[in-house]
Each structure stands twice: as C-alpha cells, then as structure tokens.
C-alpha cells in the first residue's frame, strides 16, 4: 500500500500566534501585556504572518526540484512512452523505499552487509581485471569485517565516524591488506545502505608487530624443534587463522602472558615454557606487566619470533 505523500509543514497563522505567545514567559518575564493592541504581539503577528507564507511556499517546491531531490536518494522518475510518471508516484516510491529497513544501523549490520557486498565487489574488480589482462583473475573476498567507532584527533570539532575494517582472505599474506580499489566499490556501495548522517570510512586493518621470546622445554622424545614451536606461534597471531577458536585474532585485543602460556603449553609436545618475554617497537601499542595493549582498529602479526628448545 503506498505511503501518503505528507505536507512538509500545515501550522496555521493562530497556531503559530499561539505558539509564539506561549513562548514569552521563558524568555522574557517582564513581558506582561499579551493584548493584541502590544507592539510586541503586533510583530509576533506579524512573523506568524510570514512564516506561514514561507510553509505555503515550502509546500510549493516545483517538480524539477523534488525531482533532483529524490535523485540524491537514488530513486529516479520512470517514463512510459516518453512520458515522465506523476511526481506524486515518485515521491510514493521513494517513501516505501525509506520505510524498508534495508540500512545499516548496527555494528553487526555493517560487518554483515560489508562481507556480502565485498563479494559482488571483488568478483567485478576481477571481472574488470580480467578484460584489460586478457587473463582469468580469481576475485579474493572478504575473510573478516568488523565496525568500530572512530574519532580522527586531526578533527575540530571531533566528531565520531563509522570505521568498517575489512581482511582480505589472503593467508599467505602475513599481513593481509585490500586493495584500494576494492574499498572504495564497498564504500559506494556500504553508502547506499546507511543513514544520510552517518560519516563512513572503509580501510583496511591497521597491524601491530609483535616480538615473541621463549624458552621452551619439550617432552623427551617428541622430536618438536624451535621451528616448529615458532609456526605454532605465528599461527596463534595469524588475522585470519589465529585464536583459540583459529578463526583469527580479535580486533583490538591485547597479547597477553596468560593466555600465551596457556596456547604454549597446550601444544602436545611442550612439557612447560621456562620463559617469555611480549614486546612491541610499533608507537601505537603500549607494554604493560600482563602483555602487550593494541589499539581497537588494530591486529597483531608476528614479526620476530626466538624460540630456544631445551630437553
């Protein structure tokens, strides 16, 4: 059923009087005499006067107007045999279509709707690819997206923004980053979904280095050497393979002493960890006694990684 077109404002001259009059005792105390025959109800009167002749007008928008209107919402007016349809059946479509909620008004809408449309993206950024190679590209998808609220200290006033940070599923890379190109079609396309005032930047993830040292005892026998113990490291950093759970370390989530020699001694060839030392030359992250903090927006990769095996 489609919506009613709504009048954008229908305040009469005696509501807007009432109004104004209404007003008079908040802002001015002195002010007793509200008679008709007070200079100051006169040009009360006399606004109310104007501003109703403004709200006619604003009723009065012409047609070429509204319809540039609706085009920045992304509804464009049909024709039938050259024929433009009636701006009120424009304007109708365009309502029913705000009325459905297909915006992202949730951290875990953005990070489902990025992972969905970064899929179309890909296919035709490789699509494109392709056609000036002349060679099949296979499109890379999105592994992992998250939202985070951002605000850019360079900003005066500051002012929150919605950060869509998106991994590429590439893991091979150990620092997997999108192209440029891929986070601009997302961007386009994250726009068309999110509320007209909400101020939106896709990138991609920001990583911590991280420097792991340990002295490891293993059981007698298992064979394990430093290399070894050192993958297992690397993985339990990965951004898409890392974590307890393997499907990536978290966003902004701290390295810590505890759970590195909780993932270490759990490993079946490791009889205990003699030591461990967690450290970062990165400026963004900051040591403390229980490991390493990193900011919300960022990952960890693992840069260098000592492993001494004793046993």
């Given at each position: 059923m489609p919506l009613p077109v709504p009048n954008l404002d229908d305040r009469t001259f005696d509501q807007l009087v009432l109004e104004g009059r209404s007003l008079i005792p908040r802002y001015s105390q002195e002010w007793t005499n509200h008679n008709p025959s007070d200079p100051g109800i006169?040009?009360?009167?006399?606004?109310?006067?104007?501003?109703?002749?403004a709200l006619f007008q604003l009723n009065q928008v012409p047609d070429i107007s509204i319809e540039r209107f609706l085009q920045i919402l992304n509804v464009c007016r049909k024709y039938s045999d050259a024929q433009p349809e009636a701006i009120d059946t424009t304007l109708q479509r365009a309502l029913n279509a705000l009325d459905t909620v297909t915006r992202t008004v949730?951290?875990?809408?953005?990070?489902?709707?990025?992972k969905a449309?970064?899929?179309?993206?890909?296919?035709?950024?490789?699509?494109?690819?392709?056609?000036?190679?002349?060679?099949?590209i296979i499109p890379v998808p999105i592994a992992r997206a998250t939202f985070v609220v951002y605000t850019d200290p360079l900003c005066q006033p500051a002012t929150p923004a919605a950060l869509v940070i998106v991994v590429p599923d590439q893991?091979?890379?150990?620092k997997p980053i999108p192209s440029q190109d891929l986070t601009?079609?997302?961007?386009?396309?994250?726009?068309?979904h999110c509320l007209l005032t909400t101020r939106l930047h896709v990138v991609g993830p920001q990583y911590i280095d991280i420097d792991v040292q340990t002295t490891i005892s293993r059981k007698s026998g298992s064979g394990s050497t430093s290399a070894d113990f050192e993958q297992s490291?690397?993985?339990?950093l990965d951004p898409l393979r890392g974590g307890f759970d393997g499907t990536g370390w978290k966003f902004g989530r701290?390295?810590?002493?505890?759970?590195?020699?909780?993932?270490?001694?759990?490993?079946?060839?490791?009889?205990?960890?003699?030591?461990?030392a967690i450290s970062s030359k990165s400026?963004?992250?900051?040591?403390?006694?229980?490991?390493?903090?990193i900011p919300s927006q960022a990952l960890v990769s693992a840069a260098a990684v000592t492993v001494t095996v004793k046993g």
């Open positions: 006169t040009l009360l009167e006399l606004f109310a006067w104007l501003t109703e002749t949730t951290a875990d809408d953005f990070e489902t709707l990025a449309l970064a899929a179309d993206a890909a296919k035709e950024l490789a699509a494109d690819a392709a056609k000036k190679t002349g060679t099949a893991p091979q890379a150990p601009d079609k997302i961007f386009q396309q994250l726009r068309q490291i690397r993985t339990f701290s390295v810590y002493y505890s759970e590195m020699y909780q993932w270490l001694e759990t490993l079946p060839n490791v009889d205990h960890v003699e030591s461990l400026g963004q992250s900051k040591a403390t006694r229980e490991g390493v903090d």
